[in-house]
Every structure is written in structure tokens, then in C-alpha cells.
């Protein structure tokens, strides 16, 4: 029988799986002295120099050795890619590759421009990215941080932060650039195509390259989709209009059984009501031989003059 942290392992979905595995066992390396932390972070002289292109994936495997801080990161990650996996992305790997790719591009290309942002290792940014993502895509769900504060999900990067804050010590630059990159993706996917300005375009839509490698040549099945306001607003009064049409089709056959019953009881009313007329109007068959015994019994007592004897 499996072990419950094997179940739990196997039940998480396949992106997500590999990203935590690669991540633990980056960090489990390191701590036994496999590899060295200076072979794995984001050196851009080592790689236009020495052409060590590896450094540009590896960096957002290390999550630092392991302590409370890795384990507090590592529990967010599995968590939140978890679930985005399994709702957003249900049965669309392609899109969620794409949006990892997407957001460690940025990271690395913010890296590059902005001097403070400059970080040795990108993979709390990148965790941060799908928690933003998600709390923002989840506006009402309401949740308990350590028993201690309620809030709805659009304030968990911020309260992740202010508690990374105080566990550090100092400020947490990756969270606050994965907050800023997870923005940049959520606008450009999730707000700017409802605009009427973007007439319906998404500018972050998965390239082909990466859903022909991800996916292959299998039909998609888009089970789950972000709606707009006003499609929403559609579907439900298509939803009232059938219900609407459904009580209808409904209460016509049930009016037209209730008539039936009436009419028939109606005529059941009708000929008793006939009958008991037909029986008072015609007089009964004693009543009609009485007038003729007394008919009879009268003659019969009426006297008919005697006729005297002829006398000779």
C-alpha cells in the first residue's frame, strides 16, 4: 500500500511534479556537496564567456539550502501551480508551459535591464508568479493564514510578502518581482483581450513551436474557459430564456389534462343532471294505472237503473 506523501506525490499533475522534483533535488544536491551553488546561479559572464547556457534554467531550480524559508516556498509552489494546473489549465499543458516560459523569460530579461533586480537565483520569483496569477484569478475565495487573518485570495502576495518579510529580515526582491511579472501576465491575458481597444486579441496566445512539442498532433479539449463580463451575462439570460421556455412546454400539457378533467366532468354533471330532469318529468307507471282503477272502481259503483219486470 502506498505511503500518503507517495499518493500525494503522484496525484500532483505532471508540470507541477517536475518542476518541485527538479527543485528538491537541486537543493538535496547542494546540501550534500554533490554540486556547488556558484555551478547553478545566473552569471552572465559565465555564460557569454564560457557558453554555459545551463545557468539560464538552473537558476530557478535553487530555492537555497534547505531550512524553513526553502520548505515555506516549495509548499506555495506545489500548492498553487497545483491548482492552476488542474483548473486553468486543465487539459492544456501547452498553455501552462508557455506561461512558465513566458514568466522566466521576463524575469531574466528584467534581470538584465534593472541593475537591483539582479538575482543570483529566479526560482522564489517564479513561484510567486503563480501565486499572484492565481489569488488573482480567484477574486472570492476566502482564506485563513495560520488560523490567524481571513482575506480573500487577490491579498495573498501581499500577505505572503509582509510574512516573508519578517522572516528574512530583509526585503523580499523575488516575491515582489514575481508579483510584477505575474501582473504582466494577467493583464495582457486576462484584461487587456476584454477591452474593446484589443478587438479580441490575445498577445501572450501559446506559439505553435510549443504546443506541437508539448502536446503533439491531440485534439484539445477546452473544458474549462475565462469568460468575459458581457459573455457571462449572455449565458444567463439564455439560461432564464430556456428555463422560461421549459416551465412553459411543461405547464402546457398539465393545463390541458386539468381541461380534460373538467370537460369530462362537466358532461358527467350535465347527464346526471338530464337524467334526474327525465325522471321527474315522466310520471311513473303506478301513478299511471291509479287513475284508471278509480276509473273502474267508480263505474263499477255507480247504480244502473233497475228495470221494472214487465207486467202481462
Not at 527538479?22 to 555564460?47: D, K, M, R
Request: proline share 7%.
Amino acid at each position: 500500500m502506498p505511503s500518503p506523501l507517495e499518493m500525494w506525490f503522484t496525484d500532483i499533475p505532471p508540470i507541477t511534479r517536475i518542476y518541485v522534483s527538479a527543485a528538491c533535488c537541486t537543493s538535496i544536491a547542494v546540501q550534500l556537496g554533490f554540486i556547488h551553488p556558484l555551478q547553478l546561479w545566473l552569471n552572465y559572464e559565465s555564460i557569454t564567456n564560457d557558453l554555459q547556457w545551463w545557468r539560464l534554467i538552473t537558476n530557478f531550480f535553487y530555492f537555497g539550502p534547505l531550512s524553513i524559508d526553502f520548505c515555506f516556498h516549495i509548499f506555495f509552489l506545489a500548492r498553487y501551480s497545483r491548482m492552476m494546473e488542474e483548473g486553468f489549465y486543465r487539459n492544456k499543458p501547452a498553455d501552462y508551459v508557455w506561461l512558465m516560459v513566458f514568466s522566466a523569460s521576463v524575469l531574466l530579461l528584467i534581470s538584465v535591464i534593472v541593475p537591483f533586480a539582479s538575482l543570483p537565483f529566479m526560482g522564489s520569483a517564479l513561484s510567486f508568479t503563480m501565486v499572484y496569477i492565481w489569488a488573482r484569478r480567484n477574486q472570492y475565495v476566502r482564506l485563513n493564514f495560520l488560523g490567524l487573518v481571513v482575506f480573500t485570495a487577490p491579498y495573498l502576495p501581499w500577505v505572503l510578502l509582509l510574512f516573508s518579510l519578517c522572516l528574512g529580515g530583509q526585503i523580499p526582491t523575488g516575491d515582489i518581482l514575481g508579483v510584477l511579472v505575474g501582473h504582466i501576465y494577467y493583464f495582457f491575458e486576462d484584461v487587456w483581450p476584454r477591452d474593446p481597444m484589443s478587438q479580441g486579441r490575445k498577445w501572450l496566445a501559446t506559439p505553435r513551436i510549443i504546443r506541437w512539442l508539448v502536446e503533439g498532433n491531440r485534439p484539445r479539449d477546452d473544458t474549462i474557459e475565462i469568460n468575459t463580463a458581457e459573455e457571462e451575462d449572455l449565458a444567463i439570460e439564455d439560461n432564464v430564456t430556456e428555463e422560461h421556455e421549459e416551465s412553459n412546454s411543461m405547464s402546457e400539457p398539465r393545463d390541458h389534462l386539468i381541461n380534460e378533467k373538467d370537460t369530462t366532468q362537466h358532461k358527467d354533471i350535465t347527464s346526471t343532471a338530464t337524467a334526474t330532469a327525465t325522471a321527474t318529468s315522466q310520471p311513473s307507471t303506478s301513478s299511471l294505472l291509479e287513475p284508471s282503477t278509480t276509473s273502474l272502481e267508480s263505474s263499477s259503483s255507480t247504480t244502473l237503473p233497475t228495470t221494472s219486470p214487465l207486467t202481462h
